[in-house]
């Protein structure tokens, strides 16, 4: 039995689905790194590792890596091997692993992962996604994003960054951020390797920029948003003064005589 005395397969046909949207990584057995998303999922329980060319067998139960095995089946989402096509998809791969490398490490552990697929239309798939989770701690979070990648004259990049945090130590606080970013034109690139350097930049450019401004938004939540959030007179029937002057206990106690 799963979790909550769900049958394992019912847990794992949830968990397979839900992986479409929330692209969760898996570290295999040997040490590598994976995203469970649509596009590079071949079948049930079944991911493509472009980067390692192989098709990762996951148990979507516990969400750990129990098997390897050729590409059979992900071809396609692959691209030819020394088409085109297959290597820009190949030079995209290996710029988003070293972003996923670069962004999603904190002391030396690394918690994401980052890849490229073939997508319709001739564009190619990029993703990046970084989870870090402590349970112990009571509190998740994730970033993930979805680039789709477009070369020939009309070079261009857009996509879509979202952010998940979830703290629910006595109580349950979530925050949900999410951006679209319009298609940016790569003027000037030439060949799979220069449209991978200019698609990477502007990848950069567009979570360094998303980045800042959740982080403005959770500074402004501190000075404001949480206190509007309170309700309008405590138990007291009192209102609430913001100012510490107001409630230094030293200040109290003097005006007593220090009793």
């Not at 689905?17 to 995203?35: L, N, R």
């Not at 970033?143 to 261009?156: L, M, P």
């Amino acid at each position: 039995m799963g979790e909550a005395g769900l049958p394992d397969s019912a847990v794992e046909a949830v968990r397979d689905a839900h992986a479409a949207s929330s692209m969760p990584v898996c570290k295999t057995t040997d040490g590598a790194y994976i995203v469970l998303c649509a596009e590079g999922r071949v079948g049930p329980g079944k991911f493509l590792d472009s980067k390692g060319k192989r098709v990762i067998t996951v148990n979507m139960v516990t969400g750990e890596a129990t098997d390897a095995a050729a590409t059979e089946g992900g071809e396609a989402a692959l691209g030819a091997e020394g088409s085109p096509i297959g290597e820009v998809r190949a030079a995209l791969a290996s710029a988003a692993e070293e972003m996923a490398a670069s962004s999603f490490q904190s002391r030396g552990t690394r918690h994401g992962a980052g890849d490229a697929f073939v997508g319709s239309g001739g564009s190619i798939v990029v993703v990046l996604s970084g989870v870090k989770a402590r349970v112990g701690n009571f509190w998740a979070a994730q970033w993930r994003s979805r680039w789709r990648v477009t070369g020939g004259a009309a070079a261009a990049v857009s996509g879509r960054i979202e952010v998940v945090t979830h703290c629910f130590e006595n109580g349950n606080v979530q925050m949900h951020a999410a951006k679209d970013v319009p298609a940016v034109s790569l003027e000037g690139v030439s060949g799979a390797a220069g449209l991978a350097a200019a698609a990477r930049g502007a990848i950069h450019k567009a979570e360094d920029a998303f980045q800042q401004a959740v982080m403005a938004e959770l500074v402004k939540a501190q000075g404001s948003t949480l206190q509007e959030l309170r309700r309008g007179l405590p138990v007291s029937g009192t209102p609430m003064v913001w100012k510490r002057e107001a409630h230094r206990v030293r200040t109290a106690l003097a005006g007593k005589g220090g009793e």
